[in-house]
């Protein structure tokens, strides 16, 4: 997984990679008519509102598509991503320079597992976003992850950081973390994962792929550290426990690796040699 962007409306959790907390909508008023579309805060509300607005007929091109950029985010923060894809799409026909549409269904589709797709639309809201906007970047450096496009989350990333050195950004390390594991670099992954650690020391996430860079770098000892603050920081993070069960069974400690491995399966984790394994630990 990865670590979520942030939805904007007319812009997440984010998620993914990623996936923050969306945003609440901010409609410009641009006809009275759509206030209540812009000042709606649940998403419940934001839907009720914005289809009232949308269906006058009275709004212009720029505000409808505003209003479908409002209701995309209120379908996302639904988890009905479908949706939100089809109104970005709709707000993009109205409106195609409205950045926040293109950022808001590069979102969406990256939560539905559409990498390729989201990294596209991604790249058109980053040549549309002001200068000191790195949203876009983030997104697209997430997107690239998830696709195995290390290189070029690596570059996209690295300019969202450029935007706003400042700017202390969890996303921005883990992600470029990530890229830096695609790209055989454990060093400057391990570095970014300190650095988003630093920031966040509960993110679970962080330090399981910290471990896969230790890894990298033939220290499995210090991998199978980080995949134990891995569960102990989220106990029902199921690959953390895979990946530590499985160094421990690779190193022979197959009775210290047998709790971490059925743990993992009871949690749900997806691996082959893991229903294996537990079949043959006596597990279901």
Known sequence: MLHPTRLRPALLAGALLVFSAPTAPAFAQVETYADACGVAKTPLQVITTCTLAIKSGRLSPRGEAQAYVNRAWAFAERGQDSLAVRDASFAIQASPDLMEAWLNR???????????????????????????????????????????????????????????????????????????????????????????????????????????????????????ADYGQAVQADPGYADGFLRRGKIAWEAGQQAQAAPDLRRAYELGAQDAWLAETVVGLGGR
């Not at 679970?204 to 770098?217: H, I, V």
């Open 106 to 224: 590069g979102n969406a589709l990256i939560r539905m597992g559409r990498y390729g797709e989201a990294a596209s639309d991604l790249q058109r809201a980053a040549s549309l976003a002001p200068q000191n906007d790195p949203e876009p970047l983030v997104a697209l450096g997430a997107a690239l992850v998830l696709a195995g496009d290390g290189a070029g989350a690596a570059q996209a990333l690295d300019r969202a950081a450029g935007i706003a050195p400042n700017r202390q950004d969890p996303r921005i390390f883990f992600n470029r973390g990530r890229a830096f594991v695609l790209l055989g670099r454990p060093q400057e992954a391990i570095r970014d994962f300190d650095a988003a650690l630093a920031l966040n020391g509960s993110d679970a996430q962080a330090y399981a792929f910290r471990g896969d860079a230790r890894l990298l770098m033939g220290d499995r000892q210090g991998a199978y």
